[in-house]
């Protein structure tokens, strides 16, 4: 007989997988997912809107590879949406369509098998590898309205293959395809980063640890319907603990935003497009010039939804600091010393779950210090990982 929880795996309770609660038919959302009235989608002072002409930027990226003045126009629009937003679009990117395809499908068809078959994965707070339905571990936390798998990707000895499921079949396959051709998308976006903000076009690529240290996982999301989408969150208001971020969306429901001032901004997804954004990593290395943003996924009453995202990052051990070529007398470092390495600053999330821009704030020269978890959790796994 097929059980409805995650016990063990060290979380401060017992999981019943979103999934579960959905399919049971239920007509109210259970407390431990009813968010505050601040942190509603419709219930804090912070507005939204669905205005098609009011959202994120779309980069058309086959430029990049035409003539050298298509190139910086590129660059240009890059840089500027870094600035100014945060968050982009982007078009023929040159991913293959059939393995994106290819993709949605294996992890759809994960998603539905029985729970038992997938509770083998489970995940722990020690990686957060595999299969789980809830970030940070405080006890009595308010949960969100999703399931999810993560994985670590690259370097190859991250890669933990008892983690990667079985089923269906053609999975890993197209798991790693994906992976290769992610991969070469974000050297793209690196180099077009670097350049935009007047450095090497390398030079976040090093500073993520280059070739045989840059770092990638993923998080694929799995959100079912709600019946009562006005009182939770598909993803807690979060900005990423990591480098660049490139989302792939569900192509008909519209459910991330995107913070821009005062006003949640929905996300109108072009079909076959990637959500692009910059990680607090960038925020750091750019010496803040560009903004690691706060987004939230909503819930959705009619539609259940997956997105894949993936996470191009540093290498855990490399210190973080701003690039010192932004660093001036018209420009102050906005982040001091010592660095810390990605390793012990994402430890945080680990800790809180999704929760604002609190841990890249707290390590501006502005501020007094860092979160007192991050320093209380030096001491977990230094494998440990935590993403969107």
Known sequence: METTSLHGCGWPEPIVPVQILSNSGMRSVPPRY????????????????????????????????????????????????????????????GVDIDVVKRMRGAWREFFDLPLDEKKIYANSPVTYEGYGSRLGVEKGAILDWSDYYFLNLLPSDMKNLEKWPKMPSNLREVTEKYTCELMNLSGVLLKAMSSSLGLEEDYLHMAFGGSEGISACMRVNYYPRCPEPDLTLGLSSHSDPGGLTL????????????????????????????????????QILSNGAYRSVEHRALANSGDDRLTIAFFCNPRGDVPIAPAAQLVGPESPAVYGQPAITFNEYRK??????????????ALSLSSSSMPASICRMKTIDEHAAADE
């Open 34 to 93: 009813i968010k505050p009235p601040s942190e509603r989608p419709s219930g804090s002072i912070i507005t939204s809107t669905n205005d098609p002409n009011f959202s994120i930027p779309i980069i058309d990226l086959a430029g990049d590879v035409d003539t050298p003045q298509h190139r910086q126009i590129v660059v240009e629009a890059i840089g500027d949406a870094c600035k100014n937003w945060g968050f982009f679009q982007v078009v023929n990117h």
């Open 348 to 361: 945080y999330v680990r800790t809180k779950g999704a929760s604002g821009r609190a841990q890249v704030e």
């Open 247 to 282: 989302l792939l969306v569900d192509d008909k429901v519209k459910a991330t935003q995107v913070r821009k001032g005062n006003t949640w901004v929905t996300v109108h997804p072009i079909p076959g497009a990637f959500v692009v954004n910059v990680g607090d990593q960038i």
